[in-house]
């Protein structure tokens, strides 16, 4: 079968199928899920699921001390999964269903991998070939390689939001985003949660003060065990593992007896690689990163011995690192518009990428880190400032009786430029916007906390008095 357009992949890939392709021949084709992960199995459930989590976790840990009478009393969650995949299993049909009644559109629900740089074989043996192929055909959660691993009672974040019960003893594997998010929820919700990590810490990737205060908040809310290894997974109740608990050995990583006990659920979170070994990229000739991303120009053009290969494109998760939805959609609309104007081609931008963990504390950072901003310092020659504003030395951070949030900010103090932010605490992910959009629109740091009106005594003050606590005077008589 010959095609205008192939798009692989029906999440931020399914945007691609613009008015601009309506009486084209265009297929698109999905092995699993329609929507993709986002919608099915990643950002939107979980959230679904973070929110209840967190109104359990406030009214259990937030109320008392401020001299209110809350408790939590429990989850319904078999109603709190119905409820959540009610809403979304609809949005996921439906759009199935659109494509598929579409005259123009020939919706292949099979898994296709390349035989050549345009040309694609389905698991059944169709082949096919387009004008133009489109991959977003996104990344999939990693498992470890021991004994055990296959068992009913280990998940990952594609299988867990579908369980009956919400487990007692729950084993979150893995330090990073994922790991943040259900050790926070499943604690909120009252279970007994155990986090394995190999190293000491948690999100090593972010700015160090997102990492220990992070950390520390875990260390409060739920069992953190540090330098340790999945060892071996086993059915403790029974040899099928059709028994409710299993029991996990972990290996120290300084040697000596590592864990060695009974959960119910273990949820490995361990990180999420492309999808560009099961569609066998390599055969069509296309280069991919050291993570295994494809590799793409400015104009999402995939790179063939480092050439742009006319009419490939990629996108998401599949070529690019950050693995975010609102970076998958950013590059799908610029796909969308370079595929049909090839002539007038528009670059990506991704130069202030921001992305918010929702665990409790919620985190958002957009930007360089304080290691990346001193590198960047020592390589140009220029000075870099930075200050952590504690939302406690705010009115609202009073009023919430805050004593552990902060907002970090990080400046070129000639130029008055943001070049980072990091924020641990409630809210999170709203606050960091306006720094978004210093950052994205390089505005004078000055103009941002003198030049506007902040609300009294918004949280947003936390925000305001983080920038106006960096040095930026670059002479003594030219203060704030
Ligand atoms: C638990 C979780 C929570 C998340 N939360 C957030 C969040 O809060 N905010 C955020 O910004 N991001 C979040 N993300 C990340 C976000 O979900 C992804 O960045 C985004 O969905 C990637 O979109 P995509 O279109 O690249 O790929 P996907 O949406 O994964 O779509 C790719 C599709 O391609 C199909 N496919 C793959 N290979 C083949 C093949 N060979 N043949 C046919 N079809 C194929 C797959 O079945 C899949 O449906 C989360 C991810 C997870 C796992
Ligand atoms: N709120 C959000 O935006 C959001 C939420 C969830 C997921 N996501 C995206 O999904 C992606 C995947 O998330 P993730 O948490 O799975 O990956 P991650 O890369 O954030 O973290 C993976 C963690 O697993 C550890 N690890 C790696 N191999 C291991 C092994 N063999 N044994 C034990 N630990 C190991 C790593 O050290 C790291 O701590 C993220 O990159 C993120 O962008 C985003």
Known sequence: MHFDLIVIG??????????????????????????????NMG?????????????????GVEGPPLGVRTRFDGVQWAQLRDRIFGRIDPISAGGRDYRANAEHVTLIEERVRFTGPKTLVTDRGSVLT????????????QLPQVPGIELPQVHTSDTVMRIDDLPERVLVVGGGVVAAEFASLFAGFGAAVTQLVRGNALLRAKDRIVSEKFTEAARQQWRLETGQELHSIAASNGPDGAGRAVRVRTARQTGGPGLEEDFDLVLVAIGRKAATAGLDVAAAGFDTGPSGILL?????RVLSAGQPVPGVWALGDIANDYQLKHVANHEAR???????????????????????????????????????????????????????????????????????????????????????????????????????????????????????????PALTEVVENAVLGLDLASRSDDPL
């Open 130 to 141: 387009a004008e133009q192929i489109v991959i977003a055909a996104g990344s999939a959660a």
């Open 296 to 300: 793409v120009d400015e104009f999402q």
């Open 43 to 59: 950002c939107i459930p979980t959230k679904m699921y973070v929110y209840p989590s967190l109104l359990a976790w406030q009214a």
């Open 334 to 456: 610029i796909v969308a518009h370079n595929a049909a104007h090839p002539d007038d081609l528009r670059a990506a931008n991704h130069r202030a990428v921001p992305e918010a963990v929702f665990s409790y504390p919620q985190i958002a950072t957009v930007g360089m880190t304080g290691t990346e901003a001193a590198a960047h310092a020592a390589e140009s020659g220029v000075e870099v400032v930075e200050y952590v504003q504690d939302f406690g030395g705010t009115a609202y951070g009073w009023a919430m009786e805050d004593r552990t949030s902060v907002a970090k900010v990080i400046a070129e103090r000639g130029s008055r430029r943001l070049l980072g932010a990091h924020i641990v605490g409630p809210e999170a992910s709203m606050l960091i916007q306006p720094l978004v959009q210093a950052l994205a629109f390089g505005t004078d740091l000055r103009e941002f906390s003198r030049g506007q009106y902040w609300i009294h």
């Open 10 to 39: 029906s999440g931020s890939g399914n945007s691609i199928l613009t008015p601009d392709w309506q009486g084209k021949k265009v297929a698109i084709v999905e092995a699993g899920v329609f929507g993709g992960t986002c919608l």
